[in-house]
């Protein structure tokens, strides 16, 4: 039997981002991230759409051109259907939809927070059932209990702010570029964790709040700068690693108390914020307390991109769950076909 050729497509924000996949595996991973943004301190989205619709046709083409696979031999086009941006969303979910229909092949829609979570399934070791992930990203944090590939239930949720935003948000008072996250992350590297400590929200279940961590921080700096003028500067690494240690020890911590309640003994980050590197030392250290095994997928496939993407459009072509063509594309997305 032939392999299963997919491209895929991922434009929820401010990334656009294709992929070919043969039978699961990546041949190609393109990501154009728009630069524009940066100047205004976060996304834009009437820039958003326009950019993806400059880079769209180029990012597809050398994806295929890097496979090595010519239009004719793709069996399918996965795309992210929801959640995101609309217009960045529509963008690649019309592009999918003309590609698709030209070709005649099956149209896939795929929900970008499974498909975070199945950025596991990408490269090996990958993870057994049941896999419990905590998925953390610019939009969501999620504590994620899956039962198979495309069986999966949402446990926890944050009632306010993602941990993407609290990290962002905290940049953004110290004056850091956008997107903050990577840039915390590395001035913390040079900061004391244990100089300033924050208030823990601590919200009952498995849901997280993150919104009193950004008040905390706020009039931590206004009393900070009311003292000194320079209290900012003098003090940036120690205040990002304090501030990096508060909301990676909230996540970590909720993610414990549910992987011991739930009996899991497979467990992994997903999404933007699992590229953090202190998320990642404390994550594999707890696992390693527990006897757990700790899954972290590769940089790339952390951050949005259309690698992600492919491999949920592979589990679902298997499961021959496609889009209706005559529905609109980017409508609604769901968990389960
Ligand atoms: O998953 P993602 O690329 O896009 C969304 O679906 O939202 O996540 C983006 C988020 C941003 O908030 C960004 O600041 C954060 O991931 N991020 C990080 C790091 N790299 C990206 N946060 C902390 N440390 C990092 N190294
Ligand atoms: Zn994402």
Redesign the pocket.
Known sequence: MSKVNILAIES??D?TSAAVLSDGVVLSNLIATQKIHEQYGGVVPEMASRAHMQNIIPVVSEALKKAGIAKEQIDAVAFTQAPGLIGSLLVGACFAKGYAQALNIPLIGVH?MQA?VLAHFIDDPKPEFPFLCLTV????TQIVLCKSHLEMEVLGTTLDDAA??A??KTAKMLGLPY????V??KRAKEGDVYKYAFPISDIAGYDFSFSGIKTAVLYFLQKGKKQNEHFVEENINDICASVQHIIVTTLLKKFEQAAKELGVQHLGIA???S???YLRQQFEAMCDKNSWNAYVPEFQY???NAAMIGITGYYKYLKEQFVDMNISPAAKASWDG
Do not use: I, K, L, R
Request: proline share 7%.
């Open positions: 929820s924000c990334d970008h975070h990203s610019g939009g969501h993407g935003e990290f962002d997107p903050g996250g990577p915390v992350d999404g933007g914020v590229a953090n590197s952390c951050t949005d």
